[in-house]
C-alpha cells in the first residue's frame, strides 16, 4: 500500500501541474495577480470567480491558436480575469495582462494586434479602443480588455477598467527609445510595428522596426534591422546580397570602408535599398521611385547615429 501511495502522489503533482492555468503553492500570492482590480474598476462591475495564472508552457490551454504568436516577443507570464456588470446581465468583461520580456517586446505584440485606423485612447503608453475591445501596453505588459458576453459594454467602462490596470502597473517611460529611429518625416503615424524574428520573412534579419513611409507622392515600407554590433550587420547585409544574387536578380552595390548600400531587385517585395548604419541596417522596399523616399531612408539612418 504503501509503495502504491509513493506512486499516486508524484502523479497527481504532474495533473496539477499540467491543469490550465498556475495553482503551484504561492500563485495566490503571485505580483501578476494583484494588478488586477480585485473589487472591481468601476460602479456595478465587480470580479466573477478567481482570477487565473497561465505561462510560457500552459499559455496554449487560454489562448490555444495563438501562443506561438506570444512566444518570439518573449512572453513570460498571463494574469487573467473576468468582470460582470451586477446591474447589467449579460454585460461581461475579460481581461488578460500579459508580461513580455522588454517594452519594446509589449509593443511589438500590441502592434500586432493595433490597426492604424482605429481611435487612439488614454491608458498606457500607447492604447486604441474599437467598439469590443480596447488595447495598450505599458512598461513591459500588454493588456487586452475585451467583451465576452450578450451586450457589449459602453466604451467608458472598457477605459475605467484599462485605467485602474494601469495604475497598477509600472510606470514605466512611454514608448521604447527604438521607435526614436522611425521618428522621421514621410512615416505614416500608427504603421510602425516591431518584429522579433525573421524581419521581411528572412531568417538572417533577426529582428527589426518596419513602418510605411509616404514621401513625394510614393509609398514604401521602411525598415531598420536591429543588430548587436556593426560586424553582425554586416553579415545580416551580406546574406541578403548573396539571396538576391542566387535568386538572379540585378544588384548594384556601393561599399566604402566599414558602410555598404545596395539596390535592386527582390523577389518578394520588387526594388528595394539597404544601408549599414553601424549595427543597423536601414532600407525601403516596394519602391517605385527611389529618389523620392531616399531622404526618409537619410533620416532614419541619421537617427541611428544618436543610438549606441
Excluded at 504561492?26 to 482590480?37: H, K, R, T, V, Y
Excluded at 480575469?81 to 454585460?91: D, E, H, I, K, T
Excluded at 488578460?96 to 517594452?103: A, C, K, L
Excluded at 522596426?209 to 543588430?227: N, S, Y
Amino acid at each position: 500500500m504503501k509503495r502504491l501511495h509513493l506512486l499516486v502522489l508524484p502523479v497527481l503533482s504532474l495533473m496539477l501541474l499540467a491543469s490550465p492555468g498556475l495553482h503551484a503553492a504561492g500563485a495566490e500570492n503571485s505580483p501578476m495577480l494583484s494588478i488586477l482590480p480585485a473589487g472591481g474598476f468601476a460602479g456595478g462591475w465587480i470580479m466573477d470567480g478567481k482570477p487565473a495564472l497561465f505561462t510560457q508552457d500552459t499559455l496554449f490551454d487560454h489562448i490555444n491558436g495563438e501562443a506561438e504568436l506570444y512566444h518570439p516577443f518573449r512572453f513570460d507570464m498571463l494574469a487573467t480575469a473576468r468582470y460582470v456588470n451586477r446591474g447589467s446581465p449579460g454585460r461581461e468583461i475579460a481581461v488578460d495582462v500579459y508580461r513580455m520580456g522588454s517594452p519594446l517586446d509589449a509593443f511589438g505584440i500590441w502592434s500586432n494586434y493595433r490597426k492604424a485606423d482605429t481611435p487612439g485612447c488614454a491608458a498606457g503608453a500607447d492604447c486604441v479602443l474599437s467598439a469590443s475591445q480596447l488595447l495598450f501596453y505599458q512598461d513591459r505588459y500588454f493588456v487586452k480588455v475585451q467583451a465576452t458576453g450578450d451586450s457589449v459594454p459602453a466604451p467608458d467602462a472598457f477605459l475605467a477598467c484599462a485605467q485602474a490596470l494601469s495604475r497598477n502597473l509600472p510606470a514605466g517611460r512611454g514608448r521604447p527609445g527604438e521607435l526614436d529611429l522611425l521618428r522621421v518625416r514621410g512615416v505614416v503615424p500608427k504603421t510602425e510595428r516591431y518584429v522579433a524574428r525573421s524581419l521581411l520573412g528572412y531568417r538572417f534579419f533577426r529582428r527589426g522596426l518596419t513602418a510605411v513611409a509616404a514621401a513625394g507622392g510614393e509609398r514604401a515600407q521602411v525598415f531598420v534591422l536591429i543588430e548587436e554590433s556593426a560586424t553582425a550587420s554586416r553579415q545580416a547585409f551580406d546574406q541578403y546580397l548573396s539571396s538576391l544574387k542566387e535568386a538572379g536578380k540585378d544588384v548594384r552595390l556601393t561599399s566604402t570602408g566599414d558602410r555598404a548600400a545596395l539596390e535592386g531587385s527582390d523577389p518578394l517585395y520588387g526594388r528595394v535599398r539597404v544601408e549599414q548604419s553601424g549595427r543597423y541596417l536601414v532600407g525601403a522596399i516596394r519602391l517605385q521611385d527611389a529618389v523620392a523616399v531616399k531622404p526618409v531612408i537619410e533620416e532614419m539612418k541619421a537617427r541611428t547615429y544618436s543610438r549606441p
